[in-house]
Nanobody, 124 residues
Framework: QVQLVESGGGLVQAGGSLRLACTAS????????MGWFRQAPGKERDFVAS????????AYADSVKGRFIISRDNAENTVYLQMNNLKPEDTAVYHC?????????????????WGQGTQVTVSS
């Protein structure tokens, strides 16, 4: 089994930046693809970005393209989400997820392991 722990959330003003980190432990070889999702109160869990750890290939939701960057440090078993030009609508709990599959996918149902989440609040 792989375990995921997120860090880096907080309160920031609109236009500011935050960097989230997700560190995997345990059977990290099964975390072939990793992704970030977010969930605002009363809303569904939405895809944000994903990365294939072996090649660095990435995918992004349209709402964050050009503002967010997902990256990985395989030596540290860590995936990062750099969030720039944050907007109030980015406010949510951000969850890291992992899946043992080749395809980069945006569906949360495809991910088998989830972290507890970290709160990101953007004030206007």
């Amino acid at each position: 089994q792989v375990q995921l722990v997120e860090s880096g959330g907080g309160l920031v003003q609109a236009g500011g930046s935050l960097r989230l980190a997700c560190t995997a432990s345990g059977r990290t070889s099964s975390a072939y693809n990793m992704g970030w999702f977010r969930q605002a109160p009363g809303k569904e869990r939405d895809f944000v970005a994903s990365i294939r750890r072996s090649t660095g290939a990435t995918a992004y939701a349209d709402s964050v393209k050009g503002r967010f960057i997902i990256s990985r440090d395989n030596a540290e078993n860590t995936v990062y989400l750099q969030m720039n030009n944050l907007k109030p609508e980015d406010t949510a709990v951000y969850h890291c997820a992992a899946r043992n599959g080749v395809t980069l996918t945006t569906s949360p149902d495809a991910y088998t392991t989830w972290g507890q989440g970290t709160q990101v609040t953007v004030s206007s």
